[in-house]
T-cell receptor, first 115, second 114 residues
Framework: NAGVMQNPRHLVRRRGQEARLRCSPMKGHSHVYWYRQLPEEGLKFMVYLQKENIIDESGMPKERFSAEFPKEGPSILRIQQVVRGDSAAYFC?????????????FGQGTRLTVV | AQSVTQLDSHVSVSEGTPVLLRCNYSSSYSPSLFWYVQHPNKGLQLLLKYTSAATLVKGINGFEAEFKKSETSFHLTKPSAHMSDAAEYFCVVSFTGGGNKLTFGTGTQLKVEL
């Protein structure tokens, strides 16, 4: 059973371009979470999704950022018109259920560099 | 609101000596607490978790942590450090009703010297 797969591992974008980050959850997991890690900081929650639904997007910037988790295919975190401050590591996690005793499994992250 | 404070941003120990990484939490609800480890350019790996069962939790690679409600602490310990333990460690909290929405501490970088 493969773990959480994120691609690409590294992504370089020029200012103003779009960045698309993909996350395939573990098999059987229907809950996906995105976190952002800025340099020298811990991870910050961005968004929680189930299939075709955004459950909690309280950590998402109001503009330029969007996320989806379609019925088929990976979850996508999309950043439009990237700026230098978007440079960070973006981690995806998945879980089988929703609840305090349920472990979230993390992917290896996508490191976005905006030049 | 919930939060977690890791008191040391960097800890340095000699190989074979004990490790103590400190963590204090704040949560209005009954918390679940976790320690994750992140090796350079790698993802996060769960070391151990506390979810209101035994207060002393044993994890992988010889690590353990004790939940102390009176002190709102969840310190991570290991009796004898190994070179391979060098990594960044995150204390994480979630609370009943928050599901898997995790709040991370800022991390402690552990350095292990010969």
């Amino acid at each position: 059973n493969a773990g959480v797969m994120q691609n690409p591992r590294h992504l370089v974008r020029r200012r103003g371009q779009e960045a698309r980050l993909r996350c395939s959850p573990m098999k059987g997991h229907s809950h996906v979470y995105w976190y952002r890690q800025l340099p020298e900081e811990g991870l910050k929650f961005m968004v929680y999704l189930q299939k075709e639904n955004i459950i909690d997007e309280s950590g998402m910037p109001k503009e330029r950022f969007s996320a989806e988790f379609p019925k088929e295919g990976p979850s996508i975190l999309r950043i439009q018109q990237v700026v230098r401050g978007d440079s960070a590591a973006y981690f995806c996690a998945s879980s089988q259920e929703f609840g305090r005793n349920t472990e979230a499994f993390f992917g290896q992250g996508t490191r976005l560099t905006v030049v | 609101a919930q939060s977690v404070t890791q008191l040391d941003s960097h800890v340095s120990v000699s190989e074979g000596t004990p490790v103590l990484l400190r963590c204090n939490y704040s949560s209005s609800y009954s918390p679940s607490l976790f320690w994750y480890v992140q090796h350079p350019n790698k993802g996060l790996q769960l070391l151990l978790k506390y979810t209101s069962a035994a207060t002393l939790v044993k994890g992988i690679n010889g690590f353990e942590a004790e939940f102390k409600k009176s002190e709102t602490s969840f310190h991570l310990t290991k009796p004898s450090a190994h070179m391979s333990d060098a990594a960044e460690y995150f204390c994480v909290v979630s609370f009943t009703g928050g599901g898997n929405k995790l709040t991370f501490g800022t991390g402690t970088q552990l350095k292990v010297e010969l």
